[in-house]
């Protein structure tokens, strides 16, 4: 592999998705065109997906098999381990799109003075069926900050970045990526926004997201909010209707057109499935 192509770190969160986490896997380890670091951290699942790591073990760069404190301790852990010069997480119920890295690794090429980027969302269920889009507007850091449209599967940035900014903190158990992102945008760091899918979010009943966000998330929403003086007030709730006005537009025109995916969903491994 020439010399100047970027290295990559990606960490896999695990625990009890023995369901998905091989086509997660590899969606990953099928990547091309980058030196990739992949480290999987499992907090001692007790379903198959230690079966399917075993398997997949000789591939991995690093494994941790060890009880955490949870999503975010697991992935503080893993990219803790990271030696990449662009770094990401990925969950073990979500999966990247083929060429996701190569083009990540190039836009990054092309852009110095961007620290993190991100695309757009294409949303799955648990038997792998297209559900909907995110068709995102452009980047803005004043409605990031306040509102969590940041696809996390999707999103890429510097190790230098991330070590600037002080990495994940653990102490979440919802806001996780919203609360390191929120942070980077504070501190200056440039987000850009691409239009193209990079990744795919799985929505199930199992999932974190689909259990926690009228339980905890809200509550650490508004948390993070106050970390960083991203206040609310009662009309700026008029930019977020505007905004997510434009996101369901934009989704819907791109459904209409592309009924059964782009091109890189309509490729994705399928593995495990």
């Known amino acids: 592999m020439p010399e100047h192509v970027p290295d990559v770190s990606i960490v896999t969160p695990s625990l009890n998705q023995g369901r998905y986490i091989e086509q997660t896997l590899c969606s990953v380890l099928q990547q091309e065109g980058v030196r990739l670091q992949y480290i999987v951290v499992d907090g001692v699942s007790n379903d198959q997906t230690l079966e399917i790591l075993e398997r997949y073990r000789s591939r991995i760069d690093v494994l941790l098999i060890e009880k955490d404190d949870g999503q975010a301790d697991a992935i503080r852990k893993g990219l803790s381990l990271a030696t990449g010069t662009i770094c990401a997480y990925l969950n073990s119920d ?123 998330g809200l509550a650490e929403m508004d948390r993070v909010r106050s970390r960083y003086g991203c206040r609310i007030r009662r009309a700026e709730y008029l930019v977020a209707a505007a905004y997510y006005g434009q996101l369901r537009l934009r989704s819907s025109l791109f459904q209409l057109l592309n009924p059964s995916g782009p091109a890189s969903f309509r490729d994705r491994i399928t593995t495990g499935r």
């Open 94 to 216: 979500d999966y990247l799109l083929p060429g996701a890295l190569s083009r990540v690794a190039t836009f990054f090429s092309e852009n110095p003075g961007i620290d993190a980027v991100y695309s757009d969302r294409i949303f799955v269920d648990g038997d792998d069926r297209l559900l909907r889009y995110w068709r995102l507007p452009m980047h803005s850091n004043y409605v990031m900050c306040r509102w969590d449209f940041i696809p996390q599967e999707t999103c890429f940035w510097r190790r230098s970045a991330m070590e600037e900014a002080g990495g994940i903190d653990p102490s979440y158990g919802f806001a996780v990526d919203y609360d390191f992102f929120a942070r980077m945008m504070t501190r200056g760091m440039r987000f850009k926004h691409i239009s193209d899918f990079l990744a795919v979010f799985r929505e199930h009943p199992d999932s974190k997201t689909s259990s926690a966000l009228q339980t905890i």
